[in-house]
């Protein structure tokens, strides 16, 4: 019998490019798909194998290109489609694959279907959107939208409210209805036909709503409520997704992974077991959100390395052989990890270093976000006028008005949170701009840009750029990365963030020191004579089975079942 092929994402690596901060082809500050076409031999020497673009399609950039206003046509800040056409020809070329960004719970309320449905209440597109009557001359329920504000926003015309959980531009499509979801199936085939390999489906568990709307918990403080058990894995998801690849994916040979805010490890299972025919791996925020309170994100409280360590255990461990893992720090949606988990300081080489260590050598399809790979970090603007977000502009508004802060607060939780930090733009090099575009760009650089730049990370060796090229190659090098069970070692350490990988040919011991101060560790039985295959760092200190870890040291000791 014939073995069965690994598929081959389970071996890739994904770089995600936000092409509005990737790189700028023009000089009109905004980055392009020219730009992309242009970097794409730097992807390659990394050794990544994916490129997953953040939405290039036509939008009125209410949220950044998340806000659709045609699904068959390129942003023209972007470039053309002839210029998408070469793009994917010239990463084809080079063995890389292009994933586009599927944002089908909304669109753009000037999207045809939208604006149609608002000047013709008897249209058949009313139907493509989700309406509702005022509820005792109120709105049909008090859900608080992902952006601040209520979900419902009353359409002056007819009466009736229309939901977006997002911006008040981003009305959400209503999935009961089966003609609208035969015309999502046939925009991805759209794309399929092109020759894309695979998408990234935002909030795309978001898609079916309870269809009583229940009033959701009052939020304190304010006077809206949480609907989020009401729209988050609804009722008809699976059946929705399951509709999806029986109607387009499973026609093409094609990576999928869906972003599932609020999904649980149970949810991930439901969504990437193979047997299920949905996706193939989800995006989940349990680590991200560490530190969330009364006020989400903003209230960027402290996090223990404990609570980390249980987290990504417990969903390395329980999607282990029922589905599959996606494994991020960044991405467009989170401040620098460098910034968030490591030491962004004086030890920012050592911890981004670590950082990635302690990622690649985890089951699953790693993601790296653009400049991650050569250690940016968080920028600190100024002013709020300075930040671009809606989502941060919302949040300065709020935490204002409704709680009190004040504005170093403000700054403060922006500095640490917002979506901003990981979309001011890729610094190339120390020229003017940061080698980014030779006009103004859209939103402001980091200053340290003279000194974090891809040119000098790549001209350094020992930089946090070579370490990532070392560290996927050598991932790529061992099928146990791939296949291999994970055990978390001493979950209550403090600061060592310790595991095993483990298959019947060999045993990796990954450890990734979280500390700015000199610790130890000791090792397992097996493993003190074993072999260091990978180290952050150019020092080496074990004795009598017990490693001396500098500060966010990162170690890969090799050991083969025998030697235990």
């Given at each position: ?214 009033e959701g918990e009052p939020l304190p403080g304010s ?34 992974v869906g972003e599932t805010p609020g999904a649980s ?300």
């Amino acid at each position: 019998m014939q073995e069965a092929q690994t598929p081959w994402w389970q071996d890739a690596v994904v770089y995600q490019v936000y092409p509005r901060s990737f790189q700028d082809s023009n000089g009109d500050g905004v980055g392009d798909l020219r730009g992309v076409i242009s970097r794409l031999d730097y992807l390659k020497r990394l050794g990544v194998d994916v490129i997953w673009l953040s939405p290039i399609f036509q939008s009125p950039n209410d949220d950044n290109g998340y806000d659709i206003s045609d699904y068959r046509a390129i942003m023209p800040e972007f470039g053309t489609m002839q210029d998408f056409d070469e793009l994917l020809a010239q990463a084809h070329q080079r063995g890389l694959k292009i994933m586009l960004d599927l944002v089908v719970n909304h669109s753009s309320d000037e999207h045809p279907w939208f604006v149609e449905a608002r000047e013709r209440p008897q249209s058949d597109k009313r139907d493509y959107y989700i309406w509702k009557k005022p509820v005792g001359g109120d709105m049909p329920t008090h859900w608080q939208a992902f952006f601040g504000g209520p979900v419902w926003q009353k359409d002056e015309a007819s009466g009736e409210y229309y939901l977006h959980l997002f911006s008040v531009k981003q009305p959400d499509l209503n999935w009961e209805n089966p003609a609208l979801r035969a015309e999502v199936y046939d925009l991805m085939r759209f794309w399929c036909d092109k020759g894309i390999d695979g998408f990234r489906m935002d909030v795309i568990n978001l898609i079916s709503k309870d269809p009583h709307y229940p009033e959701g918990e009052p939020l304190p403080g304010s006077p809206l409520t949480a609907g989020y058990p009401f729209f988050m894995n609804g009722p008809r998801v699976h059946e929705y997704l399951q509709e999806m690849n029986r109607e387009v994916l499973s026609h093409y040979d094609l990576m999928t992974v869906g972003e599932t805010p609020g999904a649980s490890v149970e949810d991930a299972r439901r969504y990437s077991g193979p047997e299920r025919r949905e996706l193939q791996m989800v995006f989940h925020f349990e680590h991200v959100g560490l530190g969330s309170g009364e006020q989400g994100k903003w209230t960027n409280a402290t996090w223990t390395l404990p609570e980390l360590k249980k987290i990504l255990g417990r969903w390395q461990v329980e999607l282990h052989g029922r589905g599959w893992n996606s494994l991020y720090w960044d991405n467009h949606d989170q401040p620098r990890a460098v910034s968030r988990f490591g030491n962004d300081a004086e030890h920012r080489v050592a911890s981004a270093k670590m950082l990635a260590t302690v990622l690649l050598f985890m089951q699953g399809t790693p993601y790296i976000y653009q400049g991650q790979e050569f250690g940016m970090t968080n920028v600190a603007f100024e002013s709020v006028d300075h930040y671009r977000d809606l989502e941060s502009l919302n949040a300065a508004r709020d935490l204002s008005a409704v709680y009190g802060w004040s504005q170093p607060q403000i700054l403060s939780s922006l500095h640490a949170m917002s979506r901003d930090n990981a979309r001011t733009p890729v610094q190339w090099d120390a020229s003017p701009n940061a080698g980014f575009t030779t006009g103004t760009p859209w939103i402001k650089l980091n200053p340290n840009f003279p000194d974090i730049n891809a040119e000098a990370a790549e001209a350094d060796p020992d930089s946090v750029w070579h370490h990532y090229r070392r560290t996927i190659a050598l991932r790529k090098s061992l099928p146990v990365v791939r296949e291999g069970t994970f055990g978390l070692l001493d979950a209550e350490h403090p600061t060592v963030f310790a595991y095993l990988r483990d298959d019947a040919h060999i045993r990796l011991l990954v450890i990734g020191h979280f500390s700015a101060q000199p610790g130890s560790y000791v090792l397992p039985d097996s493993f003190g004579d074993g072999e260091v295959i990978s180290n952050n760092l150019p020092e080496l200190e074990i004795h009598d089975g017990e490693v001396i870890l500098r500060p966010y040291q990162a170690l890969v000791i090799r050991q083969s079942p025998s030697a235990g």
